[in-house]
Structures are given as structure tokens and as C-alpha cells.
């Protein structure tokens, strides 16, 4: 069987499902992509028995084709091919030669029917543009833990309700919260903890949807799965269970110390400040006042760092660190020229936000010993 495709219609997909390919290899099958016809088009799909990515080409192949190809290998050959014309694939018993130009190459194959798929029609019965939950994932992301013993902490909670759409992520040291206004006929709130990679393969296809602001995505939570749908992308994921955290306790009510501060001029001190940290100690300390902000760190090389940026500052004087890498991060995810951190101690959470009163994106971060 020959199939002959312009490289870019295969570039495209395979970047966006290559990631979710088993690295391990637990089934080697799982380490590759599959290629089947479907109704006149060509389906590919990437899978770990966790994550699972398919999308439609538009591309007329035999209704014969059903094989799998190792998805990493193809992409880096059809992206260090010269020019954009078409490649042809020639799929054997058990191997693929891929050509183009002077180039050739022979991949092993595996068949199609060991890869683990079936096709699910799904009813889809929420929808958010892509533009929105590309914002709120980034707004979030970040915070989420990694390989953390409390499974339902590597992963986002995710909350449909009647009128907006909130995404939270924490790892216990930080916690990150974003909504969206968007109205959804539903009888009650609907909730779920999808996994982390699943969010970071989700994330990867609305690059290419993010600066459209009127492109939807469709998605439903059933079964313990999460389905998502934009253009001709299908992603479905196991979800993380568990009980997640109330995030709303989390935010405090009384904040007697407030910070208002040029976020530029902040970050670019904190950035200082981190030419003297290490895996080991990331931790600057804050001594507020009414006149100015101080910071200051050291390390275990017993070297130091000081700086100091204006403010506008109300409340007592206060000395508090923080772990400065939370902080940058916070401050790149917000868009107003500044932030406001506010505190109840130096041993409670601080919260951070914008100074446009805007209420839609929290987030604190904790205090560490500095």
C-alpha cells in the first residue's frame, strides 16, 4: 500500500500527538501512532491507555490502511525533509519506507489491530471558546504538583457551573484559580480532577486555536472521563479521583497588610535576587513598609543579595519570605501594569492579585522560613 501526502498535513497532527505516546513502552505499541481510513479520511491517533489524542486529515487513503508507525521517529524525519512537496510512504508486512526527493527511509511497523482504540461517539455538553480555556490554563497551570503521594493535587480541578467555568491547581505550597464567565444549561455544578498530563497535551492543541476568540471547544465529563473536542482534534482522559481541596477556604477574609507595587519593577528585583539561589534555597525575603519594599536573600555559600523597590504600602511593618520562583510566576500570568499582594502575618498565605479589581484569577502563595 502507498500512500502519498503533503509532509505538512502530517507535520501538523503528529506534533500534537506525539506527546502522549508511552515512553516507557510498557506495550510497545503504545510507542507508536496509529494510521487508519475513516470515511475517506485519514485518523490518526496516540495513545497511553490514560490519554488518549485522535484527529481527522483530510486525505483520501485506501480503506485498507491500519497500521502503526513510531510517531517521534516519522515527525523528525518528515520535519528534516527539504521543501514542502509530498512524501510517499510504502507500508510493508511490517515496516514503512518513507520518501521523498533523494531521502529514504525504512521504519518498523506494528499492525493496526493490536493498537488499542475504538471510535466512541460522544454528546458533547459543554462548550467555552478556545481562546478562554487557553487563558485559564495558563493562568493555572503552573501550580500544579508533580508526582505528588496525594494524587489529586497532580492534576486541575476543573468546575463547570450555570454561569462561569473555574479551574484551580495547588501543589499544598501554592494554589491558583481562574474562572471564565460562560453560561452553561445545566441542573447542578459539575466537577472533576483531570490529570496533569492530560492538561499539558490539551494545552499544546490550543496554541494553534488560542488567537481565535469565536473557535469553541465542546467537552463533557462522564463515565470518570473528561472528552474534549476542537476543529478535528478528540482528546479523551481518565480523571484523577479523589476529593480535591475547597479552594474557597483557602482565601482569607481579613488581609490587614496591603501591597501595591509596579509589577515590572518587582519581577526585575526578584530576577536579582535568583542569581543567588539554587535547587537548594529560592527564598528572598520581604520587608515591607509605607516608605519602601526591601528584599533581601543569602545562601549557603554565605553570599547575600539587597535591593529595594517603591511601594504603596498600608499596614504595620512586616518581614515575610517567600519561595521566589512562586512569585515570578504569579507575576508573569497577570496582566495589569500592577499587583497587590496582601497578608494577614507573616505566617499566614499571601494573596495576589491584579489591581484592576479583577476578581476571576487568585492566587496564593505560602510563606517559608528564610
Do not use: W
Amino acid at each position: 500500500m502507498i500512500i502519498k501526502i503533503e509532509k505538512e498535513k502530517l507535520i501538523e497532527p503528529l506534533k500534537n500527538l506525539v506527546g502522549v505516546a508511552e515512553k516507557k513502552q510498557t506495550m510497545p505499541i503504545l510507542g507508536n501512532i496509529l494510521f487508519r481510513a475513516a470515511n475517506g479520511k485519514l485518523l490518526i491517533v496516540g495513545s497511553d491507555l490514560e490519554v488518549e489524542i485522535s484527529t481527522l486529515v483530510n486525505h483520501q487513503t485506501d480503506e485498507d490502511l491500519n497500521t502503526t508507525l513510531p510517531g517521534k521517529k516519522l515527525l523528525d524525519i518528515l520535519r528534516s525533509l527539504p521543501g514542502d512537496g509530498a512524501v510517499t510512504i510504502e507500508l510493508g508486512d511490517d515496516k514503512a519506507t518513507i520518501k521523498s526527493g533523494k531521502s529514504r527511509f525504512v521504519l518498523a511497523s506494528l499492525p493496526g489491530s493490536d493498537f488499542p482504540y475504538d471510535k466512541e461517539d460522544v454528546d458533547y455538553c459543554y462548550e467555552v471558546s478556545a481562546h478562554n480555556l487557553d487563558n485559564l490554563i495558563n493562568q493555572t497551570s503552573f501550580s500544579m504538583a508533580v508526582q505528588d503521594a496525594r494524587h489529586f493535587l497532580n492534576g486541575m480541578f476543573f468546575e463547570v457551573g450555570a454561569e462561569k467555568i473555574t479551574v484551580v491547581a495547588t501543589d499544598g505550597h501554592r494554589l491558583s484559580m481562574s474562572a471564565c464567565n460562560q453560561t452553561n444549561t445545566l441542573n447542578e455544578p459539575v466537577d472533576c480532577i483531570i490529570p496533569r498530563k492530560c492538561i499539558t497535551e490539551i494545552k499544546r492543541i490550543l496554541s494553534d486555536f488560542k488567537d481565535s476568540k469565536e473557535k469553541l471547544v465542546n467537552f463533557n465529563i462522564k463515565s470518570n472521563h473528561f472528552y474534549f473536542s476542537v476543529d478535528d482534534y478528540f482528546v479523551k482522559s481518565k480523571l484523577i479521583e479523589g476529593n480535591y481541596p475547597d479552594y474557597n477556604k483557602v482565601f482569607p477574609e481579613s488581609l490587614p497588610h496591603k501591597l501595591d507595587v509596579d509589577k515590572k519593577e518587582l519581577k526585575s528585583a526578584l530576577q536579582r535576587m535568583s542569581i543567588l539561589s539554587n535547587e537548594q534555597f529560592k527564598g528572598v525575603k520581604l520587608s515591607l513598609s509605607s516608605s519602601e519594599t526591601k528584599l533581601s536573600t543569602n545562601n549557603p555559600s554565605q553570599e547575600e543579595g539587597e535591593d529595594s523597590i517603591s511601594c504603596i504600602y498600608s499596614g504595620e511593618n512586616l518581614d515575610i519570605g517567600f519561595n521566589l520562583t512562586y512569585l515570578i510566576e504569579v507575576i508573569d500570568v497577570i496582566s495589569s501594569e500592577n499587583i497587590v499582594l496582601q497578608l494577614n502575618n507573616s505566617d499566614s498565605g499571601c494573596l495576589i492579585s491584579s489591581n484592576d479589581n479583577n476578581a476571576l484569577n487568585k492566587y496564593i502563595i505560602m510563606p517559608m522560613r528564610v
